[in-house]
């Protein structure tokens, strides 16, 4: 019957819509992971999630310093695995200016009796603070390596960028202190 | 005979070697194993998401019983917690998506003129991967860790501390992903190439339609969900951290990742939906369906808008103004395209010589329904007020609102509305309107209650609950239990409708219009071997 017009039709390959497809999938199942340095990038970029900013020493010495501003910077800790830990700001609190390099600690000791690797993130609240508050040195840079029942004091150096917003005269700086996931 | 050549079966496979348009289906249980037949894979993910229909509801009782007075008295809570993650999981994986699947095997070639599906093969194993991979998921409620417990969300590091069972969802899952991501491609790949000459895109019907965007949407989404669960599993077992602060990941970004995904989820158990509405209105208003082409963008549209409003199910987490602004503004945009469905079909019934047959009642019930599910989405899409109705019974009820009276509705009005194509026999009419009257009644009854004890501020995922909130949860269940077994009724229709009853005609449908009513009833093993001429009559604009 209509086999005539039929065959004048080029087959259409299945094969090639299919693979496109694929394509498509495996693009989107790479793009699942590819979230992950956007995610962290977007985070550091608009300060979102507490990521606090990152800055070397050699900028500090050039950067203006606000005189006629105060801000308090509080300092908090949390342990994330209970019992094994003792971790604590040395200082609770301290008033800042902006464009100031300051210094300060945290005490930790390890309470178990084996030897332990940990590892602190932090967070800075407000969330519209976050990117001006500008480390140039961190414990929570690198793991920390603990003794059975060893303790130290750790050090942070920190400045707060003179953009910060205005309506900002409070800053909470907190220290979440984690086992380090490798090891058993 | 090109186009048609490429998808019958290689001769050797059945034995066949001449009379295709002739020869019906191999004998036996084999024929169900090995079949290639687009009706017959139809037929199989049915039967499954009916079966899967049944678990999930079983599931959804033992919740209500518990749920029927305060206090723990049925089930322990942990068993409880893996009830509601189950039955979520069953319902979306197993009875919503494998059931919009198997209409979609039955229904687009028929509705196109196309002889089978594009890849008959890789829709056979489409399938028979589902089978095993729910079975690996319902072994998990038997392990002495018990099934998965911390939602179908699998938020971490909650879902990081399940038991045994982690691994073996976690499988499933990704089977269940390459199920459906094999499935789209085949629908994708039969509407771009095995339509005849003259059925141009515009002219295709709406189910196709909302079949190919959905498709889409299928394969850009469930392989990020993949991603996930492949994080969650290199971060349990490979010591990868992804999600866990210890290592210097976020559990915050899993929840993006997952709504990235979660949310066109939504849209592919509901767009189909959309489809089959547009299919049985104009059927029995007895006329063309109101402004198609408006029907096609607002569908395209849902399905981009879907993209970029994720975060919505977010606004709890400490977003920043900004993003709350916009994943608000953006998911009430939603609301346009969905509003222009809706009037559409208020308009295409508007002076039609309407008939309310079962599938027009549950079409109406449907978008009747649907609507008050999606108004409810609206008040959870304001910010401010969303941080009150967060993760309380207020979004249960939204949910199944647009879940039940809607996708569910849809998928029993398009088993009326095709049973008789599919079995050469009318269904009994009076027993399909009672099963539509006595469902409607409880399924008010189960979840109307839930805005109210939602808006009162009761949680959900929690088995017990304060003294305030027990009469209004005592009618639920009620209704729970009516609705539940008033489905035995869906069954029982449908088993009397294949053994016999009243011989259906070829059209079936007075107003029916479209290729799948221009071969008789039952439709046979094989349809439209040589492509039909597409005439006026025979589509559906």
Known sequence: ?184 | MSSTDVTHHAPEEHGHDHDHGEHGPAKGLMRWVTTTNHKDIGTLYLWFSLIMFFIGGAMALIIRAELFQPGIQIVDPMFFNSMTTMHAIVMIFGVVMPAFVGLANWMIPMMIGAPDMALPRLNNWSFWIMPFAFTIMLSTLFMDSGGPAGGWTLYPPLVLQMGDSFAFVIFAIHFLGISSVMGSINIVATIFNMRPPGMTFMKMPMFVWTWLITAYLLIATIPVFAGAVTMLLTDRFFGTSFFSAAGGGDPVMFQHIFWFFGHPEVYILILPAFGIVSSIIPTFARKPLFGYDSMVYATASIAFLSFIVWAHHMFTTGMPLAGELFFMFSTMMISVPTGVKVFNWVATMWRGSMSFETPMLFAIGFVIMFTIGGLSGLMLAITPADIQYHDTYFVVAHFHYVLVPGAIYSLMAATYYWLPKWTGNMYDEKLGKLHFWISTVFVNVLFFPMHFVGLAGMPRRIPDYSLQFADWNMIATIGAFGFGFSQLMFVYIIVKCIRGGEKATAEVWEGARGLEWTVDSPAPYHTFETAPTIQPATITR
């Open chain 1, 1 to 184: 019957m209509s086999q005539g017009v039929e065959a004048a039709r080029k087959p259409p390959s299945h094969g090639r819509v299919a693979g496109k497809m694929l394509l498509l999938a495996c693009a989107m199942f790479g793009f699942g992971y590819l979230m992950v340095p956007l995610y962290n990038i977007i985070c550091e970029v608009t300060g979102l999630n507490g990521k606090t900013g990152r800055v070397s020493a050699s900028a500090i010495v050039a950067a203006p310093v606000a005189e006629d501003r105060e801000i308090i910077v509080e300092f908090t800790a949390s342990v994330n695995q209970s019992g094994s830990w003792e971790f604590r700001p040395n200082a609770k609190t301290m008033i800042v200016k902006p464009g100031i390099l300051y210094h300060a600690s945290y005490h930790a000791k390890n309470l178990s009796s084996s030897a332990v690797v940990a590892q602190a993130t932090p967070s800075v609240t407000p969330f519209s603070a976050a990117r001006y508050f500008n480390k140039t040195e961190c414990f929570c840079f690198t793991r920390q390596s603990f003794e059975p029942g060893g303790s130290m004091d750790m050090p942070l150096s920190f400045v707060i960028d003179e953009d910060i917003p205005i309506n900002v005269d409070r800053v909470t700086l907190s220290y979440t202190f984690f086992r380090s996931p490798d090891q058993s």
